[in-house]
């Protein structure tokens, strides 16, 4: 494609929504609303882009007045009322409602209150065999009652931990919810996470409750987890209670208590009313060079924040079916749950993205109908590799929205979502979103009522004042700076766990620009108003004071069918120089020849620039990642600065930790000839 065609093709939309859906989506109706209740800009009829931005710009601007019309508009249940939105206006140490008390599971559930819907799908359970298995509101409801009556016998209590070794099943999202009606904070693992890996998680928080399976089916196969349940249980001494989850149909073993026992009562569910920044769950940075930040986030940040990003970003409903694979290892398992906030039928899907083939995933959606499938990028580029074509071969009708996130979406993934998904119409909604772990939702993304622009996310999210920054803290548009948010959001940890004084916490975001969220990412504000990711910070390219993104590479070298995948990395050496390797791990049947580096080198220096281009092109077996699957970019640039292994990573946190033995070695190689 010429680089005229590319600014062409840039400058127009990829999808605009038609004035039906405009007028029909909630965030729209939200606006009018909130112009006429809370002197909210009013809309702009036909110009639904200044309308968002003026509605974003007042939603920064008038915090306070903003969070509490979300809490209205979706009448958020105050056992205690509050006394105004935000109370401590400041990062770190913002309050949120305060004086107020609620639940998050009251309003998870509350849909199951209403007769017409007691006995319709709230959960949807699909696993490899494709069978498709609902869980009724009605049967969630007495689910959840049930094992939140049985928490309380055991003597759980508000503030206790509970923890959970699950795959994505119903088990693990009635085990949140009954703990979050107890009051306790939940905590979990995806069952494929090692001991070593587990337990340096959970050590941290000492739960006093396990939900453990007996193992997990993945890739056609059976995985046994017994042994390790077992080391679990003899390395946590403060577990009152641990609760065998037969998944492969084995007994409990001694000691542990049988889930159907404590899920039988036909009990309706006691919410226990917490104040507004309770501890609702802990969850997990990476860990990738030590051990994992236990974040802690609240009842009322996580119900307020969640409402607002799943019905007026992602336009979920009672009438949606919501699917997004994940595991219970990552962050967008808990964003997954809470679609039960908005009415919405959640789809849970245990089992292997890929198997038994690479369309896995769409197969899914198809069986489900699902309205809204959310995946990460990798696995769209996958799906274009390999020529899967759902649009073709599968029922994709009811699919709506098609969302992205865990890496940036390069833009031909954006194209062939387009052409190989969208239905005749061409009516997709695509939409990459950017978000994170430190605050379990999206700072930009999905905004149902804005174009879609290729290899942009449409937005700037409500009540997120994103920028970019330079070094000295200057806002830039269109051009590449520091990913900031100026003013805090009800979401942001209420703290670190084992961080008593906050240093930890105002470390890990607040150091480089003093009362200011540093994200670690690099991105663009467009003077449209969209957002481009360009990927991490702390493992930023910079070569000849010019920064770049690895993303942008990636997204080049990975077009050609030669390369599989593939990690770049900017290694300052202590003489001064600069070293930019680019390590590729090739298709099957590909070679590494002079006419493929060249190839390489030719199209990074076309679509990108030649400083761009690495400077050497090493081939390695795999790219290793973290659990979540993100790669290792940081730890391997420690790796080649000639950091030992043992202090570059957690081995605990990485997919295959031998692979990075060979950067190690590289590393030490290199340090040895200077």
Not at 96 to 110: D, I, K, V
Not at 328 to 356: E, I, K, Q, R
Not at 509 to 514: A, G, Q
Not at 637 to 646: A, D, F, M, S, V
Request: hydrophobic share 40%; glycine share 8%.
């Amino acid at each position: 494609m010429s680089a005229a065609h590319s600014a062409a093709e840039q400058s127009q939309p990829l999808w605009r929504p038609g004035p039906e859906r405009i007028e029909q989506a909630q965030l729209t109706r939200f606006h009018r609303w909130a112009a006429e209740r809370h002197a909210a800009p009013a809309p702009r009829p036909g110009d639904a882009a200044t309308s968002y931005a003026e509605l974003q710009r007042w939603s920064v601007e008038e915090l306070d007045t903003f969070w509490q019309a979300i809490a209205e508009w979706f009448d958020v249940r105050f056992a205690s009322p509050y006394r105004s939105a935000l109370g401590e206006d400041r990062m770190p140490g913002a309050t949120w409602f305060p004086g107020s008390t609620l639940n998050y599971a009251e309003h998870a559930l509350r849909a199951g209150e209403n007769p017409d819907r007691a006995q319709q799908p709230a959960l949807l359970h699909i696993d490899e065999t494709q069978r498709v298995t609902p869980v009724s509101w009605a049967e969630l409801r007495r689910q959840v009652g049930s094992l939140a009556a049985e928490l309380r016998t055991l003597g759980v209590r508000p503030g206790d931990r509970v923890s959970g070794y699950l795959p994505n099943v119903p088990q693990a999202a009635i085990a949140l919810l009954a703990t979050a009606a107890v009051g306790a904070v939940w905590t979990s693992c995806a069952p494929d996470f090692g001991a070593r890996s587990v337990l340096d998680r959970f050590q941290q928080v000492e739960p006093v409750v396990l939900f453990a399976v007996d193992g997990y089916r993945y890739g056609g196969k059976s995985h046994d987890r017994a042994e390790t349940v077992a080391e679990l249980r003899r390395e946590m001494p403060g577990l009152r209670a641990v609760v065998h989850v037969p998944l492969l149909g084995t007994a409990a073993p001694e000691g542990a208590l049988e889930w159907d026992a404590l899920t039988s009562a036909d009990v309706e569910p006691v919410f226990e009313q917490v104040p507004f920044d309770h501890p609702l769950w802990v969850l997990y940075s990476s860990g990738t060079t030590g051990l994992p930040k236990a974040i802690v986030q609240s009842q009322g940040g996580i119900l307020l924040e969640h409402l607002k990003q799943l019905a007026l970003h992602c336009d979920l409903g009672p009438d949606d079916r919501f699917f997004w694979y994940t595991s219970t290892g990552w962050m967008m398992w808990n964003f997954l749950v809470s679609g039960l906030l908005t009415g919405t039928t959640v789809v849970l899907y245990d089992g292997s993205p890929g198997y038994p083939g690479t369309d896995a995933q769409w197969r899914v959606a198809e069986l489900t109908e699902a309205t809204f499938y959310g995946t990460s990028a990798a696995y769209v580029m996958a799906c274009r590799k390999a020529e899967v074509h759902p649009g073709r071969d599968l029922d994709l009708s009811r699919l709506r929205c098609v969302a992205t996130t865990g890496s940036p979406l390069p833009p031909d993934g954006f194209r062939w979502l387009r052409d190989e998904v969208a239905g005749p119409d061409g009516d997709l909604w695509i939409a990459s979103v950017s978000g994170g772990t430190d605050v379990c939702s999206c700072f930009a993304g999905a905004v149902p009522v804005l174009p879609v622009h290729l290899g942009e996310l449409q937005a700037a999210c409500l009540g997120t004042d994103l920028q970019s920054w330079d070094p000295q803290g200057k806002p830039l548009v269109d051009e590449v700076g520091e990913l900031v948010v100026t003013r805090p959001m009800p979401s942001m940890p209420v703290h670190f766990w084992n961080d008593p004084d906050g240093t930890r916490y105002h470390d890990s975001y607040f150091d480089t620009y003093p009362g200011v969220w540093r994200h670690g990412d690099w991105i663009t504000l467009t003077s449209r108003g969209s957002v481009i990711i360009h990927g991490r910070s702390d493992s930023t390219l910079n070569r000849q004071g010019v920064r770049m993104g690895s993303a942008d590479i990636y997204e080049a070298v990975e077009r050609l069918p030669e390369i599989r995948e593939s990690l770049v990395i900017g290694v300052e050496e202590p003489d001064g120089g600069y070293w930019m390797p680019l390590f590729v791990h090739l298709a099957e049947g590909a070679r590494l020849d002079d006419r493929l580096r060249d190839k390489v080198k030719t199209t990074i220096r076309a679509e990108l620039s030649p400083r761009h281009v690495p400077d050497e092109i090493i081939e390695v077996s795999a790219v290793p990642h973290t659990l979540t699957g993100k790669r290792l970019e940081v730890p391997v640039k420690r790796l080649l600065q000639g950091t030992p292994l043992e202090k570059a990573v957690n081995p605990g946190s990485v997919d295959h930790v031998e692979l990075l033995r060979f950067y190690e070695t590289l590393g030490r190689e290199r340090a040895a000839a200077r």
